[in-house]
T-cell receptor, first 112, second 114 residues
Framework: EDKVVQSPLSLVVHEGDTVTLNCSYEVTNFRSLLWYKQEKKAPTFLFMLTSSGIEKKSGRLSSILDKKELFSILNITATQTGDSAVYLCAGRSGGSNYKLTFGKGTLLTVNP | DAGVTQSPTHLIKTRGQHVTLRCSPISGHKSVSWYQQVLGQGPQFIFQYYEKEERGRGNFPDRFSARQFPNYSSELNVNALLLGDSALYLC?????????????FGDGTRLSIL
């Protein structure tokens, strides 16, 4: 059965801190690793990673995938209160079932 | 452009009833997936539809069914509702079936079973 594990489950930091969120996965016919940010409702797409070792960046957020060790990290630098959210990691399988398997998420709280 | 839209936003039902949830994908997206998210957990995959055919199914009982229409919108049906079906039901769309396009989510339907 496919499995995605995120750590830590929750994290409290002060504005300006840098955080690293972790995601390990075991996904059959692995195709890609996706990161989402969920505030109140819809998970908002952040990154999709398919190749090992290539960092993707968007402003203060960046992510990288290690397909050999089966994990990914999401970094957020100079955190702001608006970064407070649940960050979800998902592995996407291929073959006949292109489902996303999600982890439980990391609840990030950024205090002023 | 409009994102993924879901209706209704909230729904209250009693045990044993049935429910239909609706989803309109982003314009141009042909694949729709459904997920169930209970409090404190990540979304769990229920179904994927592409070009009106079921292309994937998660570990949910036969009480859960879905379909996709010619305009690519989709319905999720749940029969004989149980208390444990209370959750946020999310719909996601993507351009194709394959694993190289991100899925974009709607705001979900919050279903409460009394």
């Amino acid at each position: 059965e496919d499995k995605v594990v995120q750590s830590p489950l929750s994290l409290v930091v002060h504005e300006g801190d840098t955080v690293t969120l972790n995601c390990s996965y075991e996904v059959t016919n692995f195709r890609s690793l996706l990161w989402y940010k969920q505030e109140k409702k819809a998970p908002t797409f952040l990154f999709m990673l398919t190749s090992s070792g290539i960092e993707k960046k968007s402003g203060r957020l960046s992510s990288i995938l290690d397909k050999k060790e089966l994990f990914s990290i999401l970094n957020i630098t100079a955190t702001q209160t608006g970064d407070s959210a649940v960050y979800l990691c998902a592995g996407r399988s291929g073959g006949s079932n292109y489902k996303l398997t999600f982890g439980k998420g990391t609840l990030l709280t950024v205090n002023p | 452009d409009a994102g993924v839209t879901q209706s209704p936003t909230h729904l209250i039902k009693t045990r044993g009833q049935h429910v239909t949830l609706r989803c309109s994908p982003i314009s141009g997206h042909k694949s729709v997936s459904w997920y169930q998210q209970v409090l404190g957990q990540g979304p769990q995959f229920i179904f994927q539809y592409y070009e009106k055919e079921e292309r994937g199914r998660g570990n949910f009982p036969d009480r859960f069914s879905a379909r996709q229409f010619p305009n690519y919108s989709s319905e999720l049906n749940v029969n004989a509702l149980l208390l444990g079906d209370s959750a946020l039901y999310l719909c996601a769309s993507s351009t194709g079936q394959g694993g190289n396009q991100p899925q974009h989510f709607g705001d979900g339907t919050r279903l409460s079973i009394l």
